[in-house]
């Protein structure tokens, strides 16, 4: 077997840009939080979000959503930055759902600009939805196979 190491965004697979038809970002914003820095957070795993906001009384709900085709390149870049590809592919299958991996990430480290599978915090975390025909043949991208930590797939 060959090993196929990717390269850029849309490198290694072809047809990538049509991967998923929407990405959907949302997370509870508290009173002792910043609305701003939570969508700073949420930004910082998901560029070009577009917001809406909704007063639910104890907190508010804040969405993001994309269909911009170059939206998971982060995720990409950070699951390699971050030498996180095995966990996150278990996180995103686990995470699957018919049509929609859905996974959910710490949100004081998405503010730092990291990936963190560990949801526990008192302010909850940040749930990212992606849409997808195609799950497995998305995540087989996003976080292949690693062996010794590179990409074998």
Known sequence: MRAIVYKGFCGGLPGVRDMFEEIEVEAYVYPTEDLGK?????????????????????????????????????????????????????????GTFGEEIIFKVHKQVAYAGKVNFNEESPLGPITIIIRTKDPYRLIKWLAPRTKDGVPIE
């Open 38 to 94: 939570v969508k700073r957070a949420m930004l910082n795993l998901i560029p070009e979000l577009e917001f809406d906001a909704f007063d639910r009384g104890e907190y508010i709900l804040l969405t993001g959503k994309t269909r911009n085709k170059k939206a998971l390149q982060r995720l990409y870049e950070l699951f390699r930055g971050q030498a996180i590809l095995d966990t996150a592919r278990l996180m995103l299958e686990e």
